[in-house]
């Protein structure tokens, strides 16, 4: 089992910048891959980010690459989502992830946290 908490989200001007955090607790954190997904009002769930054991690769959504970063540090059982440059449309609910399967470059998530809302004001 694994407990995973998220922090950081807020309102934010368009263009501006957010920093989450999701802090793990549980099972071996080094032993999952790590991923944000979002939801936004009437949408489904879609995948953001992921990153691999031991941070050797990262996977993002075309939507996001170029603007969001994912890092981990499992030392401290934590994994963040920087995102610049952001734009209305990233507005949502988004969640931290816990799986042990990537497939192609989207993580499986056998695990959630709570969420966090982002608001993005244009």
């Known amino acids: 089992q694994v407990q995973l908490v998220e922090s950081g989200g807020g309102l934010v001007q368009a263009g501006g910048s957010l920093r989450l955090s999701c802090a793990a607790s549980g099972r071996a954190f080094s032993s999952y891959a790590m991923g944000w997904f979002r939801q936004a009002p009437g949408k489904s769930r879609e995948f953001v980010a992921a990153?691999?054991?031991?941070?050797?690769?990262?996977y993002y959504a075309v939507s996001v690459k170029g603007r969001f970063t994912t890092s981990r540090e499992d030392a401290k059982n934590t994994v963040d989502l920087q995102m610049n440059s952001l734009k209305p449309e990233d507005t949502a609910v988004y969640y931290c992830?816990?799986?042990?399967?990537?497939?192609?470059?989207?993580?499986?998530?056998?695990?959630w946290g709570q969420g966090t809302q982002v608001t993005v004001s244009s």
């Open positions: 992830a816990a799986g042990t399967t990537i497939v192609g470059t989207t993580l499986v998530p056998e695990y």
């Open positions: 990153v691999s054991w031991a941070g050797g690769h990262t």
